[in-house]
Each structure stands twice: as C-alpha cells, then as structure tokens.
C-alpha cells in the first residue's frame, strides 16, 4: 500500500454568480409570516384556455450559468424563489407542447407576472423519454416480447434509445447502425459486444418492423404530468463550463425539450457524480471530456465553479465515484485504482493506492461504513481502506470473479456489498469473518422461457454470457447497478436498471423484495428518514420509494439529461443529480403549500 499527500493545483473557472439572492436553501426564505416574496409569478395555460397543471417554468438570468425552475399547480399557477434584479429568459414547456419563450425584466421593487400559452405539438416524438418509447413498442407476440427484450437489455445500458428510435431506417439501415454500435463503447473506444453482433440481423429485421420507413405509427401514451408533492419543488441548475473543449456548451444542452434528447457526449464534461459537503457547495466528478480537470466544486451561495487537477504523472485523474462520511470528509476514487481524500474546507487531499494484488481497475463507485472504512468496487470484488491504519483488505465475488464489478455500499452493520452487472448478482460481504454471499436478482414476474428460445438458451451457455465481462448479457436480465444501504436500517437497496424494479435485500436473512418503478433506475441513495431515492437514467426523473407506504412519487427534472448518479444533502433537505451528457448539476430542493403560498402574498 502506498500513499502520498499531493498539493491541489487550481484551475482559474469562474462563472457568473446565481440569479438566487444567496446561497441559503430556499426553504429559509419563504417562511409563512415572514421572508421576502416571490420576484415572479404567473400562469401556463393551453391554447383553448385550461389551466396547466405540471408544467415546468424555467428563468435563467442574461450571462448566467444557473437557471432556476418551478412547476406550476392545478390551477397553472407558477411561484419563483426571490430572484436578483435583471433581464431573464424565462420559458414553460411540458411533454405534447411547444416551448413558450417570454424575456422579463425582474425588479427587485415589484413582482413580475407572466403568463405562459402553450400550443401542442404536431410530433411529439423528440421529446418522448425512454419509458414512453419503450412502451409504445409492441409486444403482442413472443417474438415481438422476445426482441424487444434483446433490444432493450443490449442496446439501452450505456444510453437510452431516444436517439435510435426517433429516426427510421430499412433494414440496411439498421443492420448498419447495430454493426456500428456492436464495436463502439461509450468511451469511445472499441470493444466486441458478443449478444449485439449475434443478434445482428434479427435486431436490423426486428427494429424496420418497428421504426421503418413503411411501419405503422407506434401509439405513445404520456406519462402523467407532476401534481401535489412533486410538483412543490425547485429546482437550480449549474452549468460546469467548458472551456478548453470543443464547444463551450453541448450541443443540445437539454433545456429545450423539443429540440430532443442530448446525445451521449458531444461537446460534454461528463459530469459523473456529485456530493455536497457540510456548507451546502457541490463537488463533482469528471469522468471524461476534456482532461483539463479532476473534480471541480460548485460554490451554490455564487453559483462558481473552480476546477482542480488531481496529478499521475504528467496526466490529470479522472474520476468516477465521490462520497462523503460522516465528519465531512469526501472521499472519490482517483482512477485505475486510488482512492482521494479530500478536506473540502481546506481543499487539500490525499491519494492512496492499493497493493497490486488488490484487483485492478477504477473504484466506480465509493462508499463509507459506520466505522468510517471507505469501500470501493473492483475488479473481482470490493476493496476496503481503514483511514486510520492506511491499510487495505480485499473481497472477491464468490462466483464468476470475471464479471464487472460496478455498485459498492456499506450496511449499518459495516457489511460490504457490490453488484455484478451483467451477472444478476449481488454479493455481501462480512469484513468480520471474510466469508461473502450470492443474492441472484431474478423479480418473480420474469419468465425466461417467453424472452428466450432453446436456441437462444444453448448459445449463452456456450458462450458464458452473464460469467465475464460487463456489456454482455440476456434478454431476461436485471443489470444492477449502483446500490445503496439504509444506515439505521437492516435493508440494503438494489436498482436493477433494465429490470424497471427496485430490489429490498434484509441484510441479515438475505430475503429480497422487489417493487416495480416507472423507468431505469442507475443509483439507489437512502435518506435520513430511510426513504428511498433512485435517479431513473434516460427519463430525466427522480423517483422516491416511501418504504413505510411503499409508494412511488416521481419527480420531473427541468431539463433532459442522462443521469448515473443522486446523492441527498440530509443537512439541507436537499436532492442533487449530475448530467452527464450536458455537463450540469441539478439540485431539487422540497417546498410545502405554505411556503409557496407565502412566496405569493
């Protein structure tokens, strides 16, 4: 094991400062009885005059990178936090509508009102979610069931499959783009995708069946619009600035929904996760883009962001994962392997190695234990570093060590679990005993003799699908991604991405319990009060699963985004989500009927 204490090099990144008039949570500002009052209301309404329940209202100042949303009530009706003076573009859009754009001139003197008329779209289709694409597909036979599930367990774990389905192609065509896609990782590099190049031609004939040029229209059903509790939110969104990239904005930023969805990375920082420290300022990941940065931090009281270079060698680190324990420390992992300690009020860090024998590759995703012991995933298992000793102890999967490694979250018992993604598998870990267990994520409803054929079955045992690697996989599989643990509870949580499903495991029985969720939930973060929350990848929501009623509320981000990650500030209130293809953090804060209604007094 080695370690080195390593000065951070500044990176001189200042954006302009919030439109919020200070960096304190909203919630301190419109307390019934007292507080400033809202800087700007209104109404969103459809051409025939009814009123517009969840739509989204979004403001962001001239030469700002924040913008700040809301969403109207039931009666369309719209509530801004207070905003600092100046000239905003102001814009309400929702799913079915065209984009109302306004400019208001906010004065900090009076309020500014403005009503919003939104007209329906004639195409819907660039601003559908992956959810309401996937739904539309037909699965009337066992073929139709069969390939759909090929299609979505293969081609929609690295991206969603707006961009491919909004376009038609003959079968060529498509045999094109699957020849393309079974090269191609989200990298940029190239690798061999075994399932997507056998299944080459039946996907080509499978999707000009469903988007050719000649294919009856697919029938969309809309997703219901946010009410009630998820709709009493607001939402501030930080831009991290690219300059030094090739474009200094994405390409499609996501903030007009009918200019469709952004694609995976063109012109993006990758933002990957993020985690505010005690103070309330974000501080992020970068995972790939432009190598001109490590991790940068979100100053939320200003709306800056300061880049810093993390150095191996004469390269900068990039980074995946970052957490935070319970003294305030933050910890991430430096890629290939480091774990990072970073202090972030004296933003200083330390970089720590683990012994070559310890598996291989990033640690992609962190997580601390009560004890304070930081757990990353790695090749063939999990690492744990004890900060206090410097010392590192290794854990390897029980079966098919060979299959990517991807979540890691420590339980209240200080119990280390990691998810096998392409295996089904979640593995637990007693650091007490060294002994781990399987947990084989398979939800009841799943029948695999309808999504397979005997065929189908042969070639995946030939092959070993599901015991290597971390792209190959079946039509019937659940794809776990990054878990997450109730610390004052005996559960641990499993997002099984392309199974739409949320796993329960009791930490002490290993029982598992499975609940259904509207999407693709990537990350599972547990709150102080053991709620649940789950960022659904490729449909730009939140959703959060109250275990106690063990029902769903969903939450509508304010711009389209592909997101791997959710943290909860428990100090705040506060729920934060990366963008990883618009280089964007997103932070959603709660707001009662009472605050909003004394916003609007």
């Not at 204490?5 to 990144?13: F, I, K």
């Not at 004890?371 to 990353?376: I, R």
């Not at 029948?447 to 070639?459: F, G, I, M, V």
Request: aromatic share 10%.
């Amino acid at each position: 094991m080695t370690h080195a204490r390593v000065g951070m090099l500044l990176l001189a990144v200042a954006l302009a400062s919030s439109p919020l008039r200070s960096g304190a949570a909203p919630e301190a500002r419109g307390q019934a009885g007292a507080g400033p009052a809202s800087s700007l209301i209104g109404v969103a309404q459809a051409a025939g005059g009814a009123a517009l329940g969840g739509v989204v209202v979004s403001a962001r100042a001239a030469g700002s990178n924040v913008t700040t949303s809301v969403l109207t009530d039931d009666r369309g009706e719209y509530v801004f936090p207070p905003l600092d003076g100046g000239q905003y573009d102001v814009w309400a859009q929702a799913t079915g509508y065209q984009t109302a754009r306004a400019t208001v001139a906010i004065d900090g003197a009076r309020r500014a009102r403005q009503a919003f008329t939104l007209n329906t779209l004639d195409d819907v289709t660039p601003q559908l979610n992956a959810s309401e694409w996937l739904a539309a597909m037909p699965e009337d036979t066992k073929e139709q069931r069969r390939m759909k599930a090929i299609f979505r367990t293969n081609c929609t774990a690295c991206h969603g499959p707006t961009h491919a389905l909004q376009n038609r192609f003959d079968e060529n065509g498509w045999r094109a783009m699957v020849m393309f896609m079974e090269r191609m990782t989200g990298t940029g590099g190239i690798n061999r995708h075994t399932t997507v190049a056998h299944y080459r031609d039946e996907l080509a004939g499978y999707l000009a069946s469903v988007r050719g040029p000649s294919s009856p229209p697919l029938k969309f059903a809309l997703q219901p619009r946010p009410a009630g509790e998820a709709a009493r939110v607001v939402f501030t969104e930080y831009d991290i600035p690219l300059a030094g990239s090739r474009t200094e904005r994405a390409w499609i930023d996501g903030s007009d929904w009918s200019a469709g969805w952004p694609t995976a990375s063109m012109g993006a920082r990758w933002v990957h996760d993020v985690v505010a420290d005690n103070d309330g300022n974000a501080w992020g990941t970068r995972d790939r883009g432009p190598a001109d940065m490590s991790l940068f931090k979100v100053d939320t009281k200003t709306g800056q962001v300061t880049g810093y270079i993390i150095r191996n060698g004469k390269d900068i680190r990039r980074s995946h994962s970052i957490t935070k324990d319970r003294n305030g420390i933050i910890w991430f992992d430096g890629g290939n392997g480091p774990l990072g300690r970073l202090d972030p009020r004296t933003e200083t860090f330390e970089m720590f190695t683990p012994p070559l024998n310890m598996g291989r590759g990033q640690l992609t995703t962190v997580d601390v234990d009560p004890q304070g012991k930081v757990w990353g995933a790695t090749e063939g298992g999990a690492n744990r570093f004890d900060p206090e000793t410097k010392t590192w102890t290794h854990f390897e999967s029980p079966t098919w060590s060979r299959n990517f490694v991807y979540g890691t979250a420590t339980d209240a018992e200080g119990n280390g679990w990691w998810t096998q993604y392409t295996a089904d598998k979640v593995v637990k870990a007693d650091p007490r005993t060294g002994r781990t267990w399987d947990v084989v994520m398979r939800p009841p409803w799943v029948n695999k003799d309808d999504l397979t054929t005997p065929a189908d079955r042969e070639w995946y045992a030939s092959m070993g699908v599901m015991t290597w690697g971390n792209i190959n996989t079946v039509p019937y599989g659940q794809q776990p991604r990054r878990m997450g643990a109730d610390k004052r509870g005996t559960f641990v949580w499993v997002p099984n991405n392309v199974g739409n499903n949320v796993a329960r495991i009791d930490i002490h029985s290993l029982d598992v319990k499975y609940y259904r969720v509207e999407g693709n939930p990537y990350f599972v973060t547990v709150d102080k009060d053991s709620n649940v929350w789950t960022n659904l990848f490729s449909d730009a929501k939140v959703g959060r699963l109250n275990p106690r009623t063990e029902q769903w509320t969903y939450y509508t981000l304010p711009s389209r985004c592909e997101s791997r990650n959710i943290s909860v500030d428990d100090i705040r209130g506060d729920v934060w989500v990366p963008c990883a293809n618009t280089s964007r953090v997103i932070r959603m804060h709660p707001r009662t009927a009472a605050e909003i209604e004394a916003l609007a007094r």
